[in-house]
């Protein structure tokens, strides 16, 4: 039988074409809510973008539904569980537009640093302004990249041509894989105050506020220019206006806004900006690669061949499946609060599985932990058949260990990240029938995983003698954090020790509710995390 494909959201025609030569494709784009739902049980594929939501209902009425297709990287749209649970692969297009985002990123530097738009305005007006437009080069200037994943790296690459300067900040980079593309590694203050150029191309840190502020552009050279194609939200925009009516910078290119679409943002209409609608993704070349990804992809699925971009985990074989399944979101949440947690530069991972697991194919579960430890810096997806491919893109050096003792739990997973300035350790197993850390750094806790209410993680090295969690909890209370749950440790061979609080709470802190944490006598540090 012919398998049936709808899409619902336009692609390039060359997608649409590669479809064609194995399956029955209908194109049926604005669909309303009521038809979708009454037509899709007759698909076995279905395509399309941001524009449609696939939720619960329109997943239980999809019979024969066996893919879902998003012509992008974003799945907010999908209901990812309800597709899971009907055994509905989602794929998605993640790298399609990484040639493309860095380009513009390079075109817009190159523009803002010779006031290409501004010096084109002011001719198209009457006016021949040669003095008024001195711009400077590129050659020996010194770039800034704030994070080496896939549209950083490519920006690095292609500026190593203009013979810059390259450094970069990204704490989950080994300085291995940054040497490999001729780029020093360092703190991202130390980064701001030699920058000639700073682009961003990481994502914001839940609960941590905008990366750029008024005391980041304090730090950046006199005359130092911004380029964000990453997240408008990394950008404070008040403090970057006052900066430039200032002059403590020398301008900035935007293509991406706190709030989109940016129409009467007012810095659009500085002199000193130039900014573009969110067009990273925007070429004729990204959008024919992400529908032939895309296509191609949905195509082994229906041949029942195992896809690359999948956003939930293919097929695992029964047995394996019911040995390792239950412990997935155990390893998963231990990568996640690794990266999180963890200070210092990145240098190794170290996985073991231990306990009745260690008998049976733990692929999957480093699949998950290796989605975990990008879960909070990438929107890449990591499945069975992409992870070796994910590790050795990063540049990151993973081992693994078996080992056949699991006490007192019958199986556990531990992630141990090794940085420039210590060594973090989590334990995930099954506990109190759930999946939950037990073990951080050798302080046996118990941190289960994220339910309403409980969110964020705080997790708090101090002195161990009397008052020191009363202080913490009159503090929070103060603020109106509510804790919802409270895991104390302490060393049992060592009373000088330092002892650790990891405390489960209903909203994120600022940094400067943090800070007065970390200022209370008797605490030596406080790190926040997302559940």
């Excluded at 997943?59 to 990812?80: F, K, P, S, Y």
């Excluded at 991202?188 to 008024?214: F, I, K, N």
């Excluded at 992809?297 to 041949?303: A, I, K």
Aim: charged share 20%; proline share 4%; with cysteine.
């Amino acid at each position: 039988m012919t398998q049936q494909v709808l899409v619902a959201e336009p692609i390039a025609e060359e997608g649409v074409e590669a479809l064609r030569r194995e399956a029955e494709v209908e194109v049926r784009l604005g669909l309303p809510r009521e038809e979708l739902l009454a037509v899709i049980g007759g698909y076995d594929g279905l395509v399309v973008r941001s524009g449609t939501r696939v939720d619960r209902a329109v997943i239980a009425a999809a019979e024969r539904l066996r893919v879902i297709g998003r012509a992008g990287a974003g799945v907010d749209n999908i209901d990812i569980e309800a597709a899971t649970e009907r055994g509905i692969l989602v794929l998605n297009a993640p790298g399609g537009n990484t040639v493309s985002a860095a380009e513009l990123a390079v075109g817009m530097l190159l523009a803002v640093s010779r006031h290409i738009a501004s010096a084109t305005a002011s001719l198209r007006g009457g006016a021949w302004e040669r003095q008024r437009f001195v711009g400077s080069e590129l050659q020996a200037k010194t770039i800034g990249i704030v994070g080496l994943g896939q549209v950083g790296s490519s920006v690095a690459r292609r500026l190593q041509a203009f013979e810059t300067r390259l450094i970069a900040h990204d704490p989950f980079v080994p300085a291995e894989r940054a040497a490999s593309m001729h780029v020093q590694l360092m703190g991202l203050e130390e980064l701001l105050e030699q920058s000639d150029v700073v682009t961003l191309h990481t994502r914001p840190t839940p609960g941590a506020g905008p990366l750029m502020g008024a005391e980041q552009f304090a730090r950046m050279k006199p005359g130092a220019l911004l380029v964000n194609m990453a997240r408008g939200s990394l950008v404070d925009e008040d403090a970057l206006w006052e900066a430039l009516e200032s002059e403590a910078i020398g301008g900035a290119a935007l293509d991406v806004f706190a709030e989109e679409p940016a129409v009467g943002n007012r810095l659009i209409e500085h002199p000193r900006v130039l900014a573009t609608p969110h067009l990273g993704a925007s070429t004729q070349e990204a959008q024919e690669r992400v529908a032939l990804d895309l296509a191609g992809e949905m195509l082994r699925v229906l041949r029942g061949e195992p896809a690359s971009n999948a956003v939930n985990a293919p097929f695992i074989d029964p047995q394996t499946l019911e040995a390792v399944g239950p412990y997935l979101g155990a390893a998963t949440m231990c990568g996640r609060l690794c990266t999180q947690l963890a200070r210092g530069q990145w240098r190794d991972v170290h996985v073991v599985y231990r306990g009745e697991i260690a008998n049976y194919d733990v692929t999957p579960l480093k699949a998950a932990v290796v989605a975990g430890l990008l879960e909070p810096i990438s929107d890449e997806h990591v499945n069975l058949v992409s992870v070796n491919n994910v590790i050795a893109q990063r540049g990151w050096r993973v081992s693994e260990q078996m080992l056949s003792e699991a006490e007192p739990y019958q199986s556990s997973v531990t992630v141990q990240l090794n940085t420039s300035s210590e060594r973090l350790s989590l334990t995930g197993t099954i506990d109190r029938g759930r999946a939950a850390v037990v073990d951080l750094d050798g302080f046996h806790v118990h941190i289960a995983g994220r339910q309403a209410g409980h969110e964020y993680l705080l997790v708090l090295r101090n002195q161990d003698r009397p008052g020191r969690v009363g202080l913490v909890g009159t503090q929070l209370g103060g603020w109106d954090v509510n804790i919802r749950a409270m895991e104390l440790g302490y060393d049992e061979d060592d009373p000088s020790a330092d002892a650790l609080m990891a405390l489960t709470i209903d909203r994120a802190l600022t940094a400067e509710e943090l800070g007065e944490l970390r200022a209370i006598d008797g605490v030596d540090d406080v790190v926040q995390a997302t559940l």
